[in-house]
Nanobody
Framework: QVQLVESGGGLVQAGGSLKLSCAASGRTFSGYAMGWFRQAPGKEREFVAGITQTAVSTKYADAVKGRFTTSRDNAKNTVYLQMNSLKPEDTAAYYC???????????????????WGRGTQVTVSS
């Protein structure tokens, strides 16, 4: 079992930056593949970024590629999402998720993740 708590969301102008953190507690954090997803009102939850257990592999949705970066610090049990050049269409609730699946490939579908945080709101004004 692992508990996930996101932080760092807020209101920012277009072109600005935010850094989200997801702190994990419980079982050994390094054993989890981590993902970031987002959900806007009236839309399905969508994959944003992911990182494997060893951080060797990362993957990004096309909509955020080149603007967002995910990283992890296994010593701090934390995964991060650095978001730059934010756009109004990035407005959503952002969730981190953990998966016990051991794979060298980043997991991009929500059903592959076992645990979820409660989310943090990101609002980008134009």
């Amino acid at each position: 079992q692992v508990q996930l708590v996101e932080s760092g969301g807020g209101l920012v102008q277009a072109g600005g930056s935010l850094k989200l953190s997801c702190a994990a507690s419980g079982r050994t954090f390094s054993g989890y593949a981590m993902g970031w997803f987002r959900q806007a009102p009236g839309k399905e939850r969508e994959f944003v970024a992911g990182i494997t257990q060893t951080a060797v592999s990362t993957k990004y949705a096309d909509a955020v590629k080149g603007r967002f970066t995910t990283s992890r610090d296994n010593a701090k049990n934390t995964v991060y999402l650095q978001m730059n050049s934010l756009k109004p269409e990035d407005t959503a609730a952002y969730y981190c998720a953990a998966s016990t699946i051991l794979t060298p490939i980043v997991l991009t579908t929500p059903m592959r993740y076992n645990y979820w945080g409660r989310g943090t709101q990101v609002t980008v004004s134009s």
